[in-house]
């Protein structure tokens, strides 16, 4: 008697497909990728649209809250440097999150995709989140926790990633 060892080889499924483990295996980080996506292409296009927030001074502007979360991060040369041009800094980080946003949505490049995110994430940690006490209240942190599956194992399924692996595997095969 075996415990916990599958001894049988069919599948089952007729035809012999995959069975619902290696489905739910391979889908197991599209959530998260989809769910990343979207919320850093959302927050990208906030940014950009926000006339407030793109401006050196004033409620709201990128000028102020670098200045305000100056004295309290991990960090201060960080945004010291972002402080030398918030503007081009603030349009830096939006158009990185949008980057980073379709390449996670779309699979495209999805490792280099989340390590960007990962950096955008670690940045606003040590900056703009790093006061926020006790640490789990800053939601920086759990987002760079989150990018870093993606950054191991990539887009396996849905993604463009996979379709050009499906595609140079195919080539391969047709010079064998």
Not at 26 to 42: D, K, Q, S
Not at 113 to 133: H, K, N, R
Request: aromatic share 10%.
């Amino acid at each position: 008697m075996t415990h916990g060892i599958r001894t049988d080889t069919q599948t089952p499924f007729p035809g012999g497909g995959r069975d619902w483990r290696d489905t739910a295996t391979r889908c197991a980080l599209l959530p998260l990728r989809i769910f990343l996506g979207v919320t850093f292409i959302y927050a990208g296009l906030d940014k950009l649209t926000d006339s407030a927030f793109m401006s050196e001074s004033g409620a709201g502007s990128i000028g102020d809250t670098m200045r305000s979360v100056r004295d309290s991060a991990a960090i201060p040369q960080l945004v010291d440097l972002a402080l030398e041009n918030p503007v081009g800094f603030g349009y830096v980080i939006a158009i990185g999150e949008l980057a980073v946003g379709i390449g996670a949505f779309l699979g495209l490049l999805t490792r280099l995709a989340a390590f960007g995110g990962a950096l955008i994430s670690l940045s606003l940690w040590l900056t703009v989140s790093w006061a926020s006490d006790p640490y789990y209240y800053g939601n920086d942190l759990p987002y760079l926790m989150a990018w870093t599956p993606l950054m191991l194992a990539g887009a396996s399924v849905f993604s463009v990633d996979a379709a050009i692996r499906a595609r140079r595997g195919q080539r391969a095969d047709d010079y064998r």
